[in-house]
T-cell receptor, first 112, second 117 residues
Framework: TQLLEQSPQFLSIQEGENLTVYCNSS?????LQWYRQEPGEGPVLLVT?????EVKKLKRLTFQFGDARKDSSLHITAAQPGDTGLYLC????????????FGKGTTLSVSS | GAVVSQHPSWVICKSGTSVKIECRSL??????MFWYRQFPKQSLMLMAT?????????EQGVEKDKFLINHASLTLSTLTVTSAHPEDSSFYIC?????????????FGPGTRLTVL
């Protein structure tokens, strides 16, 4: 059983469109992170959400943590080709100091 | 910010040989490092937790005798893929946790692409 369910798995859109990626779980987490990874590189941290209902914005990216801290979403407004990449949500499911566990990821392709 | 490096960035080897991958924390100390494996178009899967001065902890299904981990110093962990086979071809990524802070932030290396012929 996958701890984090991400959807959609693949997304191909045109420049200027909006999109939302979802990360869901049946477990409650103290925090949740979103990463972006480009081919051949390590993942880069975009944001950490901590409080239930929290909304964080990073330019055209809006991240929301569910009220119950079981799910999160990433919304991109007016997508650009530079947004292309693999988007991953991740949590620390075990005690502090242990490894991040990742969702299956969403591969986004934005064409001009 | 904290930087983690990996060496080599890519390696090609023959089936049956062993390959060593290094993971270094460049400007912080890391008592704990983590090794992940990523197949094409898939997510990162945790392989093992590397603890400085003690044995690594492996995830279920990961062969400890095949993937040897050594964490001999506070800034270096190595992953050796022994008797590599084509199915071991993958992208290996390490991460390190800064021992000097109370946060759970992990810093990721750039990855190592292993191709076994």
């Amino acid at each position: 059983t996958q701890l984090l369910e991400q959807s959609p798995q693949f997304l191909s859109i045109q420049e200027g469109e909006n999109l939302t990626v979802y990360c869901n779980s049946s477990s409650v987490f103290s925090s949740l992170q979103w990463y972006r990874q480009e081919p051949g590189e390590g993942p880069v941290l975009l944001v950490t959400v901590v409080t239930g209902g929290e909304v964080k914005k990073l330019k055209r990216l809006t991240f929301q943590f569910g009220d119950a801290r079981k799910d999160s979403s990433l919304h991109i407004t007016a997508a650009q080709p530079g947004d292309t990449g693999l988007y991953l949500c991740a949590v620390f499911p075990r005690q502090a100091g242990t490894a991040l566990i990742f969702g299956k990821g969403t591969t986004l392709s934005v064409s001009s | 910010g904290a930087v983690v490096s990996q060496h080599p960035s890519w390696v090609i080897c023959k089936s049956g040989t062993s390959v060593k991958i290094e993971c270094r924390s460049l400007d912080f100390q890391a008592t704990t490092m983590f090794w992940y494996r990523q197949f094409p178009k898939q997510s990162l899967m945790l392989m093992a937790t590397s603890n400085e001065g003690s044995k690594a902890t492996y995830e279920q299904g990961v062969e400890k005798d095949k993937f040897l981990i050594n964490h001999a110093s506070l800034t270096l962990s190595t992953l050796t893929v022994t008797s590599a086979h084509p199915e071991d071809s993958s992208f290996y990524i390490c991460s390190a946790r800064d021992s000097g802070t109370s946060t759970d932030t992990q810093y990721f290396g750039p990855g190592t692409r292993l191709t076994v012929l």
